[in-house]
């Protein structure tokens, strides 16, 4: 039967290599011869070497008792005087305690005494302070009645005089109106105060031209504004469209009036019958301009005057072209409808403007009611 084999591993050295050499057997007996001879010699090591050892043991142990014996009168000694530390240590922390016991005792009696006496001052002091303040909260209160007193009272004679101013505008107005009413009942004054209004703007808007009235003159118009070629203005206040009849007698009066050099024909209230608003025409070569609602724009007599005394400059044969004719009725349109988006603007930031002020009045209002 084959024994099992086992696989050992050993250094690399001419010992090894010698006994690698050899044949299983002998490599065998080797190892057997070899462990007998290492566990003789190893016993008879032991025998040899435990007087020795046990004598090298004793030794020690003495040496170690010496040192432990001195050790322990060590400790002893230490112990005693770690004893009379810890007592010299309680004795002083004992003093100290009693020290400080009696200090803070001291200290605190005179802290209380000395914060005692500062809460005293204090309170003195905070009594003067209230008195003092409460005169001077009296004497300011009084002040405040009295000026808010003052102010009522000011407020009372304005607002007072205010209501008497507009007492008596309401009655010229209520006046104003009632005889506003009578005469629109008489055609024959509605012309006459539209001529007085007319009169007294020409007078305004041109301070330096002669402004005849000629409204009691037959086929003269209502006024003339001699300028270097004079214009005839004639003025109408009806509460409906100018009629064509008034137009006609308009063209009669510019042909027989041979001073006068340019119309306008107005309107303050209403339209004319089929003419647009600036609308220009020729009457026996002389340029005239219709104009509509003048008094919802005064300034628009002043633009008309202005194209007239151009046109007027310009020779007869270009005014009877009824082509240009139509061309200059376009620009003077283009004209008022830029003249109509600028009052527009103008218009509404007033309305803006106006808002302010009554928002200001209020505030005023609002004031007063507080100060009653």
Known sequence: MTENMIEIYLPDNNIIKTFNNKSLKEKVQIIELGLKMYQTGNLQLNNINDEKRKKDVNDLI??????????????????????ELSENYRIKLENMKQE?????????????????ETVENLN???????????????????????????????LEEKYESKIKIYETKLEEE??????????????????????????????????????????????????????DDWIMVECKEYSHNVLKKEIEKFYRDMTIN?????????????????????????????PIIFICQLKKNINKIKIAVDVLKTLMNIETKILSDKEKCDKINNIIRDFKRDQKKARKIVIDQHTKLMKVFDNTDSLVKLLASVLK
């Not at 009594?127 to 300011?140: A, C, F, I, Y």
């Not at 007294?200 to 037959?218: A, D, R």
């Open 62 to 83: 003495q040496s170690y008792e010496g040192k432990i014996n001195e050790m322990r009168q060590n400790i002893s000694n230490h112990k005693k005087i770690q004893q």
């Open 100 to 116: 400080i016991e009696i200090s803070t005792k001291n200290l605190s009696e005179n802290k209380l005494k000395s914060m005692s």
């Open 124 to 154: 003195t002091n905070l009594s003067e302070k209230t008195n003092q303040l409460n005169k001077v909260n009296s004497e300011m209160w009084k002040e405040i009645r009295d000026s808010e007193n003052k102010i009522r009272k000011e």
């Open 174 to 227: 209520t006046k104003k109106h009632n005889d506003f009413i009578k005469r629109n009942e008489n055609s024959a004054l509605i012309g006459q105060d539209g001529e007085i209004y007319l009169e007294g703007s020409l007078n305004m808007l041109f301070p330096k031209i002669e402004v005849e009235s000629t409204g009691q003159q037959p086929n003269r118009g209502d006024f003339i504004l001699k300028l």
């Open 258 to 286: 041979k001073d006068v050099k340019g119309g306008i024909f107005c309107s303050l209230k209403t339209g004319i019958c089929a003419r647009t608003d600036f609308q220009l025409e020729i009457i026996d070569n002389k």
